[in-house]
């Protein structure tokens, strides 16, 4: 949504106005493409397909050229292909997307199967003269086991279609299976995959901290390993949650919301303090400037990656044959974040019950974020300065479990440091505001199986800019300049006795800058000088180096690189 501040009473008619007004301004626009184009206003992105084997797939369709027009879920069946029985080298989630030309909200889209979510995003906003078609992919063959029975699935594309509000959505969706070979065998997946909720209507709302996503499961009791994929999306006031000034300066401060810029996941096990999930800043397409995301979106925008939690030093705790409950918050959450998870599960295959217990658990139930208040008020109120919350946590995870091959122990030791620095401007006719943010985990697991030790080094960040400055004229008209930086960056290291076996870099980065026109009415009257770009890096020991980079200038396609930076990547061992 664009962001209207300067007087307080301006903000209820922007949000009201501008989607209305979006209607009558329409940018010029070429005819959409399959794959991005030069010259093109079709949506664009420069992630890579899901690697898989070169081997032709066995496909169980899940529903094909749906529409989407209302507030119903899409009941669908789904049957294993009959060519390629278990176990899968590759399992892979396809989905092919197009809104039509008109007015549309950027809608949140959900697949699930067996109350399972094998994709999770956001769609782009169609305007009068461009219907955008995309193309997303999620490797789902870590739940494999998932997918060996017929069973029914639900899309959740809720999608308000009126006289106003006039983009209908169709997607069609698929399943692609590759069969294992020599050059592709299949690895092990987790026995159990076990949604949260487990309910239809997938992710749940949570509007408030005291809020919880919580099941009681009965669990095998020989469980060597354990995995929660988390998900936590922003919503309504909490959709631009880094925008978010303390409650208390909220009106002085002209927030659409409050409690902070800082959100965390909190995860528990039968109320024990059990991991903590960071938030990724998803910005949608509406967000802010639609302008900004038009042809290239946000990070991620069309398809979240959940934030992968390693519950494993809870493995003996959870094969004591007792219920347990797996809980999820969201701490500082106003108003609200729709949050889903899924359990995976790996079995001793040599026993039917493992022993084991957690040796050590220093995590804390909840963050002590602090406030530093640089703020100024001089006499005419005008507001200067800036505002920081931070956290930092610090913590061990450590449990055992005596298995069929021996005691395998496993030490989770991590750090996860959140920052998010506001500077303001704000006068009877500007207001600024920068956003600098910084989420970083740092995480060493060690997993000791006998002589066997292996180790896992990550460096995951989170880097967001945002500067908004929005200024009245003596016209009465009003201009918002903004520009914005995200990142998504993740190095992973594995070792094997100390020896170097894997090696991981992914870097994806999105930059967008517009200037927004609006008349004295609230009606959108134009953009200019707006600019984007995508760099898209990974290179892992397996699958090599992949580099992608789009740009795009007046919200069409100018540039598309490929290649760049991969005849420097790192050699496993730093040789």
Same mark, same amino acid.
């Given at each position: ?10 903000k ?27 010259g093109s206003?079709?949506t664009a ?10 081997s032709k ?31 899968w080298a ?7 997307f197009h ?8 809608r949140?889209a959900?697949i699930?199967?067996?109350?399972v ?13 461009l219907?955008?078609t995309?193309h ?7 739940y ?14 809720f999608n308000?279609?009126?006289?106003t ?16 070979d ?11 995959v ?22 009681t ?5 020989n ?6 994929d ?24 002209l ?7 800082f ?5 528990s ?23 900004l ?24 705790? %959870?094969?004591?044959g007792?219920?347990?409950?797996l ?40 963050p ?16 200067? $300065?800036n %505002?920081?919350?931070?956290?930092k ?8 479990v005596n ?7 496993t ?6 440091n959140f920052?998010?620095t ?9 207001d600024?505001e ?8 740092d ?11 292996f180790?896992?080094?990550?460096h995951?960040?989170?880097?967001l800019?945002?500067?908004?400055r ?27 006795? $100390?020896v170097p ?15 927004? %026109?609006?008349?004295?009415s609230?009606?959108?009257? $134009?953009?200019?000088?707006q600019?984007?770009s ?12 992949y580099?992608h980079?789009?740009?795009a200038?007046?919200n069409v ?5 490929k ?9 496993l061992g730093?040789?």
């Amino acid at each position: 949504m664009v962001r209207i501040p300067c007087n307080p009473a301006w903000k209820l008619i922007w949000m009201l106005m501008v989607i209305l007004a979006w209607a009558s301004f329409a940018h010029a626009q070429v005819a959409p493409a399959a794959a991005p184009v030069i010259g093109s206003g079709n949506t664009a992105t420069a992630d890579p397909p899901v690697p898989h084997p070169h081997s032709k797939p066995c496909v169980a369709p899940l529903f094909k050229n749906q529409q989407f027009d209302n507030f119903n879920p899409l009941i669908f069946s789904y049957t294993p292909p009959d060519k390629c029985a278990a176990p899968w080298a590759k399992v892979v989630f396809v989905g092919d997307f197009h809104v039509t030309e008109g007015i549309q909200f950027d809608r949140t889209a959900a697949i699930y199967l067996g109350h399972v979510n094998i994709y999770y995003g956001t769609t782009p906003e169609p305007d009068p003269s461009l219907g955008p078609t995309w193309h997303v992919e999620r490797d789902i063959t870590d739940y494999s086991a998932l997918l060996t029975q017929p069973q029914s699935g639900e899309a959740d594309i809720f999608n308000l279609v009126n006289s106003t509000f006039t983009g209908i959505i169709f997607g069609t969706a698929r399943l692609e299976f590759y069969s294992p070979d020599t050059l592709n065998p299949a690895p092990r997946t987790a026995d159990n995959v076990l949604p949260m909720p487990d309910a239809a209507g997938g992710a749940m709302l949570l509007s408030s901290p005291t809020q919880s996503l919580a099941e009681t499961f009965t669990l095998p009791t020989n469980v060597e390993r354990a995995y929660l994929d988390v998900i936590a999306q922003s919503q309504q006031t909490d959709e631009q949650w880094f925008l978010c000034p303390p409650t208390d300066l909220q009106t002085e401060l002209l927030g659409f919301c409050g409690n902070t810029g800082f959100r965390e996941t909190e995860i528990s096990i039968d109320g024990t303090p059990a991991s903590v999930a960071p938030i990724y800043p998803w910005i949608y397409t509406g967000g802010i400037d639609p302008f900004l995301w038009a042809p290239i979106p946000g990070v991620q925008t069309l398809n979240f990656v959940p934030y992968r939690v390693d519950l494993t030093p809870f493995a003996g705790l %959870l094969s004591n044959g007792q219920q347990h409950t797996l809980s999820l918050s969201v701490f500082n959450t106003e108003f609200f974040f729709n949050v889903d998870a899924t359990l995976l599960l790996y079995q001793d295959h040599g026993s039917s019950q493992v022993t084991g217990e957690v040796t050590e658990n220093t995590l804390s139930a909840e963050p002590s974020p602090t406030i530093t208040n640089n703020l100024s008020v001089d006499s005419g109120g005008d507001v200067t $300065g800036n %505002l920081k919350v931070a956290s930092k946590r610090q913590y061990t995870l450590e449990g055992f479990v005596n298995t069929s091959h021996g005691k395998v122990s496993t030490k989770v030791f991590e750090t996860v440091n959140f920052s998010n620095t506001q500077a303001y401007k704000i006068t009877a006719t500007l207001d600024v505001e920068n956003v600098t943010q910084l989420t970083t985990v740092d995480s060493t697991t060690t997993t000791r199986d006998g002589a066997l030790v292996f180790e896992q080094v990550r460096h995951l960040a989170f880097p967001l800019t945002a500067n908004i400055r929005f200024v009245a004229n003596p016209d009465g008209t009003f201009a918002q300049k903004t520009k914005i930086v995200q990142k998504y960056e993740i190095n992973d290291t594995e070792r094997a006795n $100390g020896v170097p076996i894997f090696l991981s870099i992914l870097s994806n980065g999105v930059t967008a800058t517009d200037d927004l %026109l609006v008349n004295s009415s609230f009606q959108i009257t $134009g953009n200019q000088g707006q600019a984007s770009s995508q760099d898209y890096f990974s290179f892992d020991t397996l699958h090599g180096c992949y580099s992608h980079s789009l740009a795009a200038a007046n919200n069409v396609l100018t540039g598309i690189t490929k290649g760049q930076g991969c005849n420097s990547v790192p050699k496993l061992g730093g040789q």
